[in-house]
């Protein structure tokens, strides 16, 4: 066996070496024994004194008492420890622009699925150098863009940039170019979308093409694309994919992504995975894990400090314990120095270990898990018999400050880190000079020496002290009545010798002893942060991620708004049991139920938004007129404050839309405000799909400047052609699938059709599954619309904003859609120029179901004095007034069988009012969903005295804590909210 | 040529509103039964008031005892003076899309020259709007760059420009530069300038004042060397004390240096905005500076304050003895919507301010603050006849404004919205959709 390995390395060595020979043939001796060192062979075992024999590049044999061969030189590394090689897991290689694309790429500029890393990798020394000082010797190089930004792969940290694994990970980020890119996707909504469609198009290829290679007579060549082929190929190979993440709701994102297609998934990690590290933990991704942890924030001056907020300074303190959590909680990882320089990675990693990360996790992360992981378990991340030579040599603990990283081995090969040429010489010398001793004490602090000259107890502090490798030189003054002398000389092995010029004499020194080392100061030791998570993170956030059970609630006394048959009822009693409306009338008892005294208070039902951006990431994906594919639902934000502040107005509910850049814009997401849960629970199980369309101004781009007139359509003429054109398609596609799905003989032998998420939305909307929410002004596009709409078969669902409305009320009514308005605005662009806050009352008094909405982040707040404008202008009653606001966009939304009203067996959304409702008077005290409180004046009475206290405490430990910045800039800002408004602002 | 010319024609034609100012007062009004809200002198119940020749003449009880004159029973009803918006673009902008209707903002940063009023477009339909809802007052105000101009407070009726302005000018507006400092690492170049920015621009402001100043200087002395310089001679009224500089600041910081700026210029100051009034209570009390607040419809600056924030500012400025006044906010695109200032008050009022402090501090307050308290905010005898009356508070969304004088002139309360509400109605009832009779 051993003869066997032996021969094959020799093999390897002649056959290596392809390209001929320029002058003189090196062969530098390749056989070492590397003796008397502390021998970590895997995470938490070591042996001590121990040797490791390399032997042309692979490590032969390691252990105690080992034979060193006859042919091995021997280099002594008493007092060094070495670990196998780190492995870095995460290293960003720019990627070069392809100067052509190839005809048979992908159709996409951001899926690059074909791009072979490996190819494209060329060692930079200055890279390496500074990855060698960290100590590692492999790493995982990933490419830095596209969506689908290409095949990462493992290399030799060396200077010949060995591959080791070519294809480890197809490397997936959510890069989002932003409104100022007009190409496909520059939203967060269009990534996703992208990344569905390509992962499906990926499965439907491989078919198409065995089908084609297998019955060539009955399907037409099929269009070469290099990306799905790749794709098709991993897929089958279940290879990893890795989703880049930015922050914790982001992991969340992934799974769902890579539960969707079943993928083999890693996640590339943001450091503020403790946020959410129960849903974390139960999918237990495999992490590649960043140590970037904020810099000290500087907060000195206090108006500079509001610029903080208080979930940036709760990441300052915790940050450092993302990963002993991780481990707590049973997730794997391997680390990466990504995003961080020089010694910040090892410092940061001290600090974690510090905060409870052991050593042995922290070892692992380095070696063994990510060589398992990438394919290299039985080469890398181990000292065994017949693994690669790769060691990373330390001249103590590598996970304590003070040690140095002294070189790094990489395939058998030394990558020296100190510098060879510097010797230590700290400590007591016995110095002669002449007939006289003297003693001389040279201390070394941050790698730089002081030193001085002991006669009796007369201290003669040395200046000018200079050691570069083995010369040294100072000056001193011996004798006071002299000038200083200059001193030069040269180090030997712990002795020194050189000349005093001055005095004319030679000195020589011997070393006697080291000197005491300083006692480590104990309270640099940092400890694990005192704080809690709360959910979501920040002011106002709950304490525990726990869904809250549904109480029994019995309000005594009170008027209650139903919102249904009922009316408006006085004196009444209102009971909610198990998240429901149980019982409504007169002296109700109950026990074991919460009592609340309603004399004087009003309760209504939980009020819903029919037209809000709140809660998302992003709302526009406007490079396209027709986005049927984009889901709100995949970018939810279930930390947006405004949630609880609309929780605060008495909402319950909102319909979260899509902008209006586009004529068909994306899918729709209705929500319950449940605050502090994760966007998957923020999702309302009961409503129906539906999707934005937008007809007028904005999806012929009237406002968005001169340079944007060349998308079609530029007129309302074109948006019904638009409009026309992809239901006809729609219904071909359709008609297609329907064919298929006959199962007839003919399919057998032909390519399937293929499943296209756009046109996937828009038969839904044929087949009257997916309801339409149209931004709409004018009265001729609303006609227009209700036209199309039934030539195609199809009833809209709601006209939004439909400031026009009053005018065709007739025809909103026969063709059966509704209306969600603004209140009273108007003015703002030409096509508004006829709004009248009329608009709500006079369709309403015609017989279309009315709402009101607030398309605003501010106004959802106070959406009940909204309603109360359905009774100022055109005279609603107040009760009409109310339902503006609740039951009718439950209708609009076909979730009134569940919600918008007071009724028995609905749900227990509702608020407490201290007044009429539609005062402005009225202040909202208590707000309900599924029979939990999700807000009352008491509650955000502590929550503002806990999260004042919190901040205090956090900006006076950061106050009194010495600056760990430098001047460096704080780099851990958090963006939760996305600053759009309504239809108008958001372009 | 030709084009623009037919567009401008195209425009006013389109945005001519159809209310017909009213007339002089020409004979003495005594309407009696009513809730007087005076502001000044608390509510009176079941009195009378008297105007003629556009003054009040005498507010109580019994005065058509007094006079022999016609006096109209208005049993039920309010009587409230004139609201007033402390700034807006009214008058200077139609469609806030519509390049070729907007007029509040005059090429270049500084423009202390610029006069409001000479703008106003006495037949912008969102007057006959505003007013519908009892603001029969309204400071227009221009919005460029750093000095933008004079503002004029406008009455909302009238043929022309000069018939409607009330008062001229009302205040010199700087829009105070951003003190804000980026906290991030990306932004730290971003940082470095904006560092330098916010100096150079308070050291623009400070040039210009020391500029105007050498100019009043050349002016006062006769000096032979005088050339006038329009931009300069903009700024005198402000030097000379005549009218306070409106200083539009939101963020702490910019307030500090704004109120700190007026100190060390000597001049008079009134701050807009105000978001984080509340943080400066204690400065803004003792030097005794005035705020026109225009945030209560806002969301909180910071996500870690009270969810309340916006709301309950005024009851704080209150609180501290601050003088301030509630005014809509002041971006372009709310001018249509000025409408509803009496809700953003009542906002505040559900938040702790004192109810009548809230009716106050969109009339008294604020005509103080503008510096036309002799004249308007209360009904007192002596002010003008600038009012209106309500079938119930007016604080109150369902309330209904019913009739509204400007100096006695009773005014038109039709507008563009009833007029298509009505259009529109005719063809329900024609169609048979809304029953009743077709209504002329």
Redesign the interface.
Known sequence: MRILFLYFCLLSLIFNQIEPVDGLRENPPRVWALTHAKVYIEPGTYLGNATIVIRDGFIENVGRDIRIPNDATVLDLTGKTIYSGFIDSWVEISTQPENTIPHDAHWNHKVNARRELYSQYQPVKKKLESLHKMGFTAAHIVPDSGIFQGQTALVQLNNEGTVLISAVAQDIAYEVDGWGSDKYPNSLLGVVALLRQTLMDATWYGEANAITKQFPKFNEPLKGNRDLDVFSNWRQENKPFIFETNQELSVLRSFNISDEFQLNSWIRGSGYEYRRISEIAKVNPFIILPLDFPVTPDLSHPYQALSYSTSELKHWDLAADNPAILIDHGVSFAFTSHGLKGNEFRKNLIRSIERGLSETDALAALTTIPAEKMGKGNQLGKIEQGFLANLTIVDGNYFQNKSKIVSTWIGGEEYPVLPKYDTDIAGEWKLTMGKKWYQLELKKKNNSYSGSVIQDTTNFKLSKLKIGGRFISWQVTLDSTAGPSRFTGHILENRMEGTAHDLQLSWSALKIGGLEKEEKKEEDKENSSELSVYYPEGTYGLENDVLQDAKSILIQNTTVWTCGKQGKLEGVDILFEGGKVKKIGYSLNSKGVTKIDGTGKHITPGLIDCHSHSAAFSINEGTQSITAEVRIQDVMNSDDITIYRQLAGGLTMANILHGSANTIGGQNAVIKMRWGATPEYLLYENAMPGIKLALGENVKQSNWGDENTTRYPQTRMGVEQILRDAFASAVEYQNEWIDFRKNNKKWKKKIPPRQDLELDALVEILEGKRQIHCHSYRQDEILMLTRVAEDFGFTVGTFQHVLEGYKVADRLKEHGANASTFSDWWAYKYEVIDAIPYNGALMTDVGVTVSFNSDSRELARRMNTEAAKGMKYGNLSEEEALKLVTINPAIQLNIDKWVGSLEVGKDADFVIWSDHPLSTRAKCEQTWIDGVQYFSLEKDAELKARDTELRDKLVGKILSKKSDSKGKKWNHSEKKSVDHHNCLEEL | MKLIYSITLLFSL?FASDQIPGPPQDHPIIFTGATIHTVSHGVLENAEILFDGGKIISVGHNLSAMYKIEKIDISGKHIFPGLISAGSTLGLQ?????RATRDYAEVGSINPNVRANVSYNPDS??IPISRSNGILLALSVPRSGRMSGMSSLMMLDGWTWEDATLQHPVGLHLFWPSM??????K??KK?KSDKESRLKSIQKIDDLIQESRAYLKLKESRSSSFKHDLRLEGMLSVLTGDIPVFIHANE??QI?AAVYWADRQNLEMVLVGGKDSWRTTTLLKDRDIPVIYTQT????M???E???QAFTTPFQLFEAGVKFCISNSESP?Q???I??LP?HA??A???GLPWEEALRSITLSTAEILGVDEKVGSLEVGKEATLFIADGDI??????VERAFIQGREIDLTD???T??KK??I??QQ?G??KGPVLE
């Open positions: 389109l139609e469609i806030g899309a519509v339909e969102i804000n400092v980026a906290k991030s690492d932004a730290e940082d702490v910081r500090e419809h806002s969301t909180p910071r996500r870690f009270n969810y309340d695109f001018t249509p919507h409408r509803n809700y009542a906002k009022a559900s938040y604080l109150d969304i369902r309330t209904q563009r919205h009833k298509l509400y529109y109605k063809k329900y169609n959709l809304l």
